[in-house]
Each structure stands twice: as structure tokens, then as C-alpha cells.
């Protein structure tokens, strides 16, 4: 399943045969949250920026290694010169507390590795992400969410059609 939407450039784009889910234009939330090797990052840096959220949870963290380098990749000028700035997070909403040590230890030691560690949901609740999926969620240079894709299987398609809507909002 695929869920695709272009809030505020024209005309939603869907995907599959389905309708899309049009939100209002939300803005990026502010936040304070550590990554996986306890780093805080904090909404203010993301400023003035594209910025590039991409999420999953348990089961949808497996598509973002197909979706998020291939975005990187196709963004590199954009990232290089800070216009594109990515947002790698983790929706780990409900895990139990004694297991967040764990949890922590299946992700990157690597410190350009990192990966938001939401344990509350806070973006979950404020975007309404997708449960199994990897959701893409892009937001402009002022911070108002045009983007949101959910995603599965790379699919060549929504990827163009993301990556077209991204680069629309950088010129």
C-alpha cells in the first residue's frame, strides 16, 4: 500500500488507485530528542532548510534502507550545500522501558549514522505515520509539512514523483 499526497503545490498526486490523504500544512514540531548514542538534536538546526523526515517503526524501518539512500543519493548537491537536510527517526512509541538499551544497541554505532530515538511519538501523533510502513515526510525552508509519502517496496514511480515535489520545493 501506498499513500502519497502533495499538500499545497497544486494537485495531490496519488498513488496506486487510491485517494490521497490531503493534510492542512503542519509545521515542523519542535523538538528535543537523542539519537541512538545519546547526541541531542533539537528542531532549531533544521531551520531554513528542506527537510527530509524519514521514519518507520518496528516493521517499517526494513523499506527505509530502500528508500533513503537512494533519496540521499539523488539529493546529494541539495545536502551538500544545505538546502536538503535529512531527519532519520525511529517510532518506538510502546516499547518497554527495560528494553530500550537493546533497542538502542540494533542501530548504527556510527555517529553519521544517527537516528532519532522517539520513545513518546511525538511525530507519529503530529503527522499521523504510517504503522508498518517507511514514511516520507518533507517539509519546506519555512518548516510547513507538502510531502507525505508511505511507502513499502521501492516503487520507481512514487520515488520520481518525491523526488520531483522535493527539488520543486528547494528552487
Known amino acids: ?19 490521497p490523504l490531503v493534510p492542512g500544512p503542519t509545521p515542523l514540531i519542535d523538538f528535543r530528542i537523542k539519537d541512538q548514542l545519546g547526541k541531542l538534536h533539537t528542531s532549531g538546526y533544521f531551520r531554513n532548510s528542506v527537510v527530509v523526515l524519514i521514519s518507520g517503526d518496528r516493521k517499517g ?18 545536502i551538500k550545500n ?19 538499551g537493546t533497542i538502542r544497541n540494533k542501530f548504527s554505532d556510527h ?11 511525538d511525530f507519529r501523533k503530529a503527522y499521523d505515520l504510517a504503522e508498518d510502513q517507511c514514511s516520507i515526510v518533507v517539509f ?23 523526488l520531483t515535489g522535493i527539488r520543486g520545493l528547494v528552487e
Do not use: C, N
Request: glycine letters at 6%; aromatic letters at 12%; hydrophobic letters at 50%.
Open 1 to 19: 500500500m501506498v499513500l502519497f499526497l502533495l499538500a499545497g503545490m497544486g494537485e495531490p498526486v496519488p498513488a496506486a488507485e487510491e485517494s
Open 61 to 78: 524501518s526494513a523499506f527505509i534502507s530502500e528508500w533513503s539512500p537512494v533519496l540521499a543519493d539523488s539529493l546529494a548537491s541539495e
Open 82 to 100: 544545505y538546502r536538503v537536510k535529512f531527519l532519520p527517526h525511529a517510532h518506538l512509541e510502546g516499547a518497554p522501558f527495560f528494553m530500550k
Open 111 to 121: 555517529p553519521d549514522d544517527w537516528v532519532l530515538m522517539d520513545w513518546g511519538g
Open 140 to 162: 519546506d525552508a519555512r518548516g510547513v509539512r507538502r510531502i507525505q509519502v508511505a511507502v513499502q517496496d521501492f516503487d520507481a514511480r512514487v520515488f520520481h514523483q518525491t
